[in-house]
């Protein structure tokens, strides 16, 4: 963990390399993950980079690969894995897999193949599977489109003789207006003797053919606005869908016949079929029934015919994508591979002919295993010119942050990068917040029975971790995958506070006993509980957590209110305190002396004087007997069956002389006495310290009435705040002026040692009024924020309380008002009971809790030390390049 508190060293490093064996080299370093390279021609587009042609190649086979994956795609074949990428970048050096004859075996290793080499091979694999697959598709699309059209004839054919035979007689005889029955045809009749009493200007000619149903109501529009009513149209629907040709999506379409009478119209006609794809068919006379059967007979054995050729291509194409699944991803790995070397050599920068020269940064335990892989490469390609790997010596820029993380610790790394980057060397927030934020999250959703549930939840993500780490996950698994371990520790602290606050779905659980008792087995309300112990005795004191019986007392709320918002205030100002020590550690650290004296001591002081003295007087509040103080300034009967209560520890003292009554420390009661009179504590303030206290005004008081304590619970309580209250005044103006102060010492030494011209003056003096800002700003930033950011802990009790609350009053309204009417009842109000839970505090309360978790870190704990503007490590890294392409 101590690795964990700091980021990792870096050192800036310089390696020059053969630009033969560059390639080599770059493969090497790209599976140590543990350099990231700066780019020295920043001052050259992409297309002036030395290998730019071999980037657009490996573009290139992008984009076929892409191709190989859609096609596979529309079959529903899933590309096969490529299997585990570190297993991959071990054994597959220039691994292809391929045809006989492409000079690359299936599996296997082209020993000594160079970049080149190896993107020639693929380009030749890759390029004969997209022209093949090109041309299938092309003699697919062909196909498709012979046969939808054969298929559209087909159900042409046979809707318009049936169109004919069934509907043309009653068109007709509404037309003539009766007067015998017409033959069928007698509309388009020419010459026939059943037509010869028709008008020859009477007869109709006809356009028929197939229309998307979609665009059916508008076609018909288009036709009655064009025609101004003068046609007659019919529909029939297609009931198999017929397969787009272009898309190979499946449209449902429906076969048109439209009647008209002028040329004109039908030009008209033509132009609407071709404005809306229609495809238009000419059909022979519907009265040559012999013809039109014939004509059906032959098409529809060259449905069958075209059927078959097409199914012959879709097997061929199938089989032909089957094997592209079995390689594609492999295939993209290695393509992946080869772009990010060679995008990273376009970083390099050749100072001398044959030699390239990069720079980058290098995690420092990894510097000896880079300069042995930079060696290595050049030893295997047998090259004279020695390489170097060397330390920069000069200034560095900004180092980058790296930390190294593993299943455990990864998710909290991620939530702490997500607000920001830690600074190079900067005390690292995850380390704290692996433990707190779980913590805080059950402290808000602290219940037994729905921490137990997200517990579980937690176990079988754990469980299935290897099968998920090998699956492509979508985002949203994918998130709760790398927050498993979070998951499980969220549901641990979730049962832990449950089992202190004793609340198990809003009921408590009697586990251990309690510890108080009524004096009746059915005690009415307003009946007060008794201690079955000694107060202080350890067999009066609940084993862990809560006694059960607070939560059938009358006055539950108020106790767990007070305990709650104590609890809320303790962990706010503990987890505040630990980010203001981190601060001075991380000044001591950079050896920042400023900081230290005029930053982080003020700060301390500040907090320590008024919020880390709350803390010690809650506690005071809790360790105090009251009920031995309240007593000893209690007037009572010498003979009265109160004197002698063992809730007092002091001596009892028999009183000397008559009065009204006696205290047990011997005081004379008079009657008119007031409770300073009768407390024997005498620590001043109205109670004189026998009576408890309300925290938070005595906490205000401290700023409004210095020097008065109303009701002090030790002795001088008066002016040790009064003390505290001094520091806490004094350390707010030392924050806002010395180290503004010694930095302008600082910068006048250095003008007199200086040459100090008029520019640099000015720029001191803007440098400097910039700091007075700056300080300012963060002297009124942490007064403030401290009291604010206290008040917003409050929400770990008010989000506690709200989850409590809830739990009970889904109990009661959907369990406890139905059992006693019936057994259907009961199930009814179970079913509500659980969906209420499910959705509401299995659901909902989590990522409430979560989110209010998450912000308390980033806003409340880390603005106290964290500067969130570190440059993340980027290393050149093929195993995160292929993670990336794999999600």
């Known amino acids: 963990m101590t ?198 200007d009477m007869r109709f000619s006809s356009i028929t053919g197939v229309v998307s149903t979609e665009e059916k109501v508008r076609f018909e529009r288009m036709i ?43 030009t008209k006609l033509k132009k609407i079929c071709d404005a809306f794809f229609a495809h238009r068919y000419s059909l022979p006379d519907m009265d040559d029934a012999p013809a039109v059967d014939r004509m059906l007979t032959e098409n529809a054995q060259e449905l069958v015919d075209s059927r ?113 980057i830690p600074r190079y060397r900067e005390a690292n927030p995850a380390l704290f917040t692996a433990a707190t934020f779980p913590f805080l999250f059950g402290v808000m959703y602290g219940d037994i029975g729905h921490g137990l549930f997200l517990f579980c939840a937690g176990l079988y993500l754990l469980w299935n971790e290897d099968a998920n780490d090998k699956r492509k996950l979508d985002e949203m698994t994918a998130g709760l995958h790398a927050g498993r371990y979070m998951i499980v520790m969220m549901g641990f602290f979730a049962v832990y506070a449950g089992l202190v606050y004793n609340d198990c779905f809003s009921l408590g659980l009697n586990l251990f006993g309690t510890r108080w008792t009524f004096g009746s087995d059915s005690p009415e309300d307003g ?117 002698g209560s063992v809730d007092y520890e002091g001596e009892w003292v028999q009183c000397q002389g008559a009065g009204y009554g006696c205290t047990p420390w011997g005081y004379v009661c008079q009657g008119n006495d007031s409770l300073a009179d009768k407390c024997p504590l005498d620590y001043g303030g109205s109670g004189d310290g026998c009576q408890p206290p309300n925290l938070i005004t005595s906490l205000i008081n401290i700023a409004l009435s210095p020097g008065n304590v109303d009701e002090p619970m030790y002795m001088g309580q008066a002016g040790v705040q009064g003390i505290l209250l001094a520091i806490a005044g004094l350390s707010v103006p030392v924050l806002l002026v010395a180290k503004p102060y010694f930095m302008s010492k600082e910068m006048a030494s250095h003008a007199v040692h200086g040459h100090g011209d008029d520019d640099d003056d000015e720029g001191e003096e803007h440098s400097f009024g910039e700091i007075v800002i700056h300080q300012a700003i963060e002297t009124i930033e942490f007064v403030l924020g401290m009291v604010s950011n206290t008040a917003s802990y409050l929400r770990l009790w008010a989000l506690s309380l709200a989850h409590s609350e809830l739990a009970t009053v889904f109990w009661e309204k959907a369990m406890l008002s139905t059992l006693n009417i019936n057994w259907f009842a009961t199930f009814i109000g179970y079913g509500v009971f659980a969906g209420t839970t499910f959705g509401v505090l299995l659901m909902m309360d989590v990522l409430e809790c979560f989110l209010h978790a998450l912000r308390l870190h980033w806003v409340e704990f880390q603005n106290k030390f964290f500067k969130a503007d570190g440059i993340r490590f980027s290393p050149y890294s093929f195993k995160q390049i292929l993670t990336d392409a794999s999600a």
Not at 241 to 266: N, R, Y
């Open 308 to 420: 078959t050729v097409l199914l012959k291509n879709q097997d061929t194409r199938f089989r032909l994508c089957q094997m592209l699944a079995q390689h594609t991803e492999r295939w993209t790995w290695i393509v992946l591979r080869e772009k990010a070397t060679y995008h990273t050599l376009n970083m390099f920068k050749a100072d001398v002919a044959g030699m390239l020269r990069g720079e980058g940064w290098v995690i420092s335990e990894s510097f000896d295993d880079v300069r042995s892989s930079v060696n290595r490469a050049h030893s295997d390609m047998d090259s004279n010119m020695p390489s170097h790997v060397d330390q920069v010596p000069k200034p560095w820029p900004t180092p980058p942050t790296h930390f190294t993380t593993n299943k455990f610790t990864y998710g909290y790394q991620e939530f702490v990068n997500t607000y920001g």
């Open 527 to 643: 009946e007060v509980a008794e201690m079955t112990g000694q107060y202080g005795d350890g067999d009066s004191v609940y084993p862990f957590g809560l006694d059960p019986m607070w939560h059938v007392a009358a006055n539950e709320l108020l106790f767990f209110n007070s305990f709650k918002m104590k609890l809320s205030v303790i962990f706010g100002i503990s987890q505040m305190f630990m980010g203001t020590c981190l601060r001075g550690i991380n000044a001591i650290y950079f050896g920042q002396r400023l900081d230290f004296l005029f930053e982080f001591l003020p700060m301390v002081a500040f907090a320590c004087s008024l919020f880390v003295y709350m803390v010690v007087l809650i506690f005071m509040k809790w360790s105090i007997n009251w009920n031995s103080r309240m007593l000893s300034a209690t007037c009572l009967d010498p003979n009265g069956a109160g004197w």
């Open 224 to 266: 009655f606005r064009a025609t101004r009513g003068n046609c007659y149209v019919r529909f029939a629907p297609i009931k198999q869908p017929i397969t787009d040709p272009e898309t190979g999506a499946l449209v449902e379409k429906c076969v048109f016949i439209v009647f008209f009478k002028s040329l004109s119209i039908e």
């Open 3 to 200: 690795r964990w508190f700091r980021s990792e060293h870096m050192e800036y490093i310089s390696l020059i390399v053969n630009e033969d064996a560059a390639h080599d080299c770059l493969a090497d370093l790209g599976k140590l993950s543990a350099i990231q390279f700066t780019d020295l021609n920043p001052d050259l587009t992409p297309f002036q980079r030395r290998y730019v042609s071999f980037v657009r190649r490996c573009d290139e086979l992008e984009r076929k690969l892409r191709f190989f994956g859609n096609e596979c795609d529309n079959f529903g074949l899933n590309l096969e894995t490529a299997g585990d990428i570190e297993s991959f970048l071990e054994t597959s050096g220039a691994a292809v897999i391929g045809r006989t004859g492409s000079g690359l075996s299936a599996g296997g290793k082209t020993k000594g193949a160079s970049g080149t080499q190896l993107l020639e091979s693929l380009e030749v694999e890759l390029e004969g599977y997209e022209s093949q697959l090109r041309e299938l598709n092309a003699y697919s699309e062909k196909l498709t489109r012979e046969y939808n059209e054969k298929v559209e004839l087909q159900e042409v054919l046979e809707k318009a003789r049936r169109f004919f035979m069934t509907d043309t007689p009653r068109l007709a005889v509404s037309r003539l207006g009766g007067g015998g029955t017409p033959k069928p045809g007698s509309l388009l009749a020419s010459g026939d003797d059943e037509a010869r009493g028709l008008d020859l």
